[in-house]
């Protein structure tokens, strides 16, 4: 399991135990809660994307593995520990199922939403 470490040590990052990465991101548009957003890893992992998004509080559309760990009190967004929260399938608004057509019994097969538009290689 990925697990974000916001400040790893200089020790942890000799042994491997936790990989430095980044991805630079920018808001294309926003309407109703939603977001477009352009991604921009810098380095490369599985997961990298989702995970970023996450701790952005912010999950990809149909990450069925890290939107658990975004909890919401009172409308507000916030991050779980992820030790506490088991994956499970994305939780979205009804207004947001209603705009995107979905009933909650199709919402568990709806894909990830994060698409390749360019690679680069140098």
């Avoid at 991101?25 to 352009?38: D, S, T």
């Amino acid at each position: 399991q990925v697990v974000p470490v916001l400040a790893p040590g200089r020790r942890s990052l000799a042994r491997k135990e936790v990989k430095n990465t980044l991805t630079r991101y920018r808001v294309l548009g926003a309407a109703g809660g939603c977001a477009l957003l352009q991604l921009q890893p810098k380095t490369a992992f599985p997961e990298q994307l989702s995970v970023h998004l996450t701790l952005l509080l912010c999950p990809a559309l149909g990450d069925h593995q890290h939107s658990s760990r975004v909890g919401r009190v009172l409308g507000v967004p916030f991050l779980l520990p992820p030790e506490s929260v088991p994956s499970r399938t994305q939780v979205l608004d009804e207004a947001l199922l209603q705009r995107l057509g979905l009933s909650p019994q199709q919402l568990r097969h709806l894909p990830l939403h994060i698409h390749l538009q360019e690679l680069v290689l140098p």
